[in-house]
């Protein structure tokens, strides 16, 4: 079994900046993917960042040119460093990870981010 902890969250005013942190734990060799999604009241999650092992990375649209991922993969560990945050950036984060192709994703219990105005 995996479990995934975050940890990073909170309430900034725009324009701050937070890191958001997501260690791995349990039956893990190694982890193909990692990253991070969030859902707004009312919308559909959607991605963040992604990251995998190799050290490609996806961005959402969003938040290209503002966040970065980065992984440290002797520790197990996600991080996003989010700069500039908007009110729209107000969402539970949800840390994601993919041990391999084809398996399940394992999901974090999620980070409230909330940015004011």
């Known amino acids: 079994q995996v479990q995934l902890v975050e940890s990073g969250g909170g309430l900034v005013q725009a324009g701050e900046s937070l890191r958001l942190s997501c260690q791995a734990s349990g039956s893990i060799t190694s982890i193909n993917l990692m990253g991070w999604y969030r859902q707004a009241p009312g919308k559909q999650r959607e991605l963040v960042a992604s990251?995998?092992?190799?050290?490609?990375?996806i961005y959402g649209d969003s938040v290209k040119g503002r966040f970065t991922i980065s992984r440290d993969n002797a520790k197990h560990t996600v991080y996003l460093q989010m700069n500039s945050l908007k009110p729209e950036d107000t969402a539970v984060y949800y840390c994601n990870i993919n041990l391999s192709p084809g398996t399940d994703d394992y999901w974090g219990q999620g980070t409230q981010v909330t940015v004011s105005s």
């Open positions: 990251m995998w092992r190799g050290g490609s990375t």
